[in-house]
């Protein structure tokens, strides 16, 4: 009698990288591109000073003003006559920290004076005016 050979065959399996590597890569690309434009605030035409860059500091109270009179704390949007109260509930127990102001070349000083003396009336007195720098001629 003959004894037969039984090949015995061994199943390999390799997982495919190469798609979930190229699909990994192209959302991180992704990400990469639309990430600056997701942080930025409210869009304000700041006016040109001469003036000194300051440093940013994470613990920072922004308030922007814009063109057409919103006024922001942070992202929130806030009514005048409601200005003073939430500034004040917000600054409570924080009274060391920078207040930065942005607002739009083509705001009404009025409107610009009035945010600003809430803000001292809450206690604010680090205020940082941003403005953009003046054009090398």
């Given at each position: ?15 495919n990288l190469t798609n979930m590597i190229d699909v990994v890569f192209t959302l991180l690309i992704i990400f990469m591109i ?104």
């Open positions: 009698m003959a004894k037969r050979k039984r090949r015995e065959r061994h199943l390999e399996s390799n997982l639309t990430a600056p434009m997701m942080t930025q605030g409210i869009q304000v035409n700041l006016p040109n000073a001469d003036a000194k860059s300051m440093e940013v500091d994470e613990t920072v109270i922004e308030i922007t003003i814009n063109n057409k009179g919103e006024i922001y704390i942070g992202k929130d949007v806030v009514a005048l006559n409601k200005f003073g109260a939430e500034f004040k509930a917000i600054f409570a127990g924080r009274t060391e920290t920078p207040i930065y102001v942005s607002a739009d070349k083509d705001v009404q000083y009025g409107l610009f004076v009035r945010v600003i003396s809430e803000v001292q009336n809450a206690g604010g007195v680090k205020l940082g005016f941003l403005t953009e720098p003046l054009e090398k001629e």
